[in-house]
């Protein structure tokens, strides 16, 4: 990757700082843009405005650690963001695409998917690809069965999928998370050309993502909230825990559960007694 993808996060987080955060004073001069200017982010990051200009432009790819340090403290960067620009300045060659077993799920891990019959639970790779799924999964979510292995992606179906879509209580909200994710994923394996084309299609058919992936927010694993809305059950809300596969890097096993005692799980509870019971729907 060349200085591309650098310089386009760098303008996004300088356009996106507002300069009293970066406590700058009020100079009275109007501001063309919002955020903050290039001679004022050279000024907090102790460079010179032709090096950020250059940085900007993809010009100047080498950047030193302490480079680094200063403008993700300059720019007042969150960890997640922090790491995204440490990875696209990394000068060590990225050109080995994803070995294919990456995406291959172990018998074992599969049987211990089967052995959760109350939980909810996937194994997703990097890009979100869904390589593993078990019953609770599909009765909350969709039938990752049914479809083809190319739309077995959570992010192309938050977007594209109608019936996937409608299972957010607020789908703004994830959705943009989704962009985050998959924005993270894109800085450490920007050779990956499945990730290139998912991103190309998402680009191509829906407005919001194409706006949300220009943003160049991101955000690494973390754990999560969220609200379901499911024709039988209606409203669960669960807790969404990510494990690392370490005998698999790459991959995560992602696990949905409800607070004890809750409507959630009387609600999950039920959603799963019915996906059960097919005869006696």
């Not at 310089?7 to 501001?31: I, K």
């Not at 680094?68 to 960067?77: E, N, T």
């Not at 005692?261 to 019971?277: I, K, P, V, Y």
Request: net charge neutral; proline share 7%.
């Amino acid at each position: 990757m060349d200085g591309t993808e650098l310089g386009e996060f760098l303008r996004a987080r300088r356009a996106a700082l507002d300069p009293r955060r970066a406590g700058l004073p009020d100079d009275g001069r109007p501001r063309r843009v919002p955020g903050l200017r290039r001679e004022e982010l050279a000024q907090l990051a102790h460079v010179s405005t032709d090096y950020v200009v250059r940085l900007e432009q993809g010009r100047t790819r080498r950047v030193s650690r302490t480079i680094l340090d200063a403008l993700a403290d300059a720019l007042r960067l969150a960890a997640d963001e922090r790491a995204y620009l440490f990875t696209l300045a990394d000068v060590a060659p990225r050109t080995q695409a994803r070995p294919p077993a990456a995406d291959q799920v172990a018998g074992p891990l599969r049987r211990l998917l089967d052995g959760m019959p109350d939980i909810p639970a996937l194994v997703l790779n990097g890009r979100q690809d869904v390589l593993a799924w078990n019953r609770a999964a599909v009765a909350l979510l969709i039938d990752f069965g049914a479809l083809p292995p190319a739309e077995r992606n959570l992010i192309r179906l938050t977007f594209l999928d109608p019936e996937y879509r409608s299972r957010y209580a607020d789908w703004p909200r994830a959705a943009r998370a989704c962009v985050e994710v998959l924005r993270m994923e894109a800085g450490r394996d920007p050779a990956d050309p499945v990730l290139a084309a998912l991103v190309g299609e998402l680009v191509l058919k829906d407005a919001e993502f194409r706006s949300w992936w220009s943003s160049h927010q991101v955000r690494g694993p973390r754990e999560l909230t969220k609200t379901y809305v499911h024709p039988v059950a209606g409203a669960v809300t669960l807790d969404v825990q990510q494990f690392s596969v370490e005998t698999h890097p790459g991959q995560r096993l992602v696990a949905y559960t409800a607070e004890p005692g809750s409507d959630s799980e009387a609600a999950l509870r039920f959603l799963l007694q019915w996906a059960a019971e097919p005869a006696g729907r």
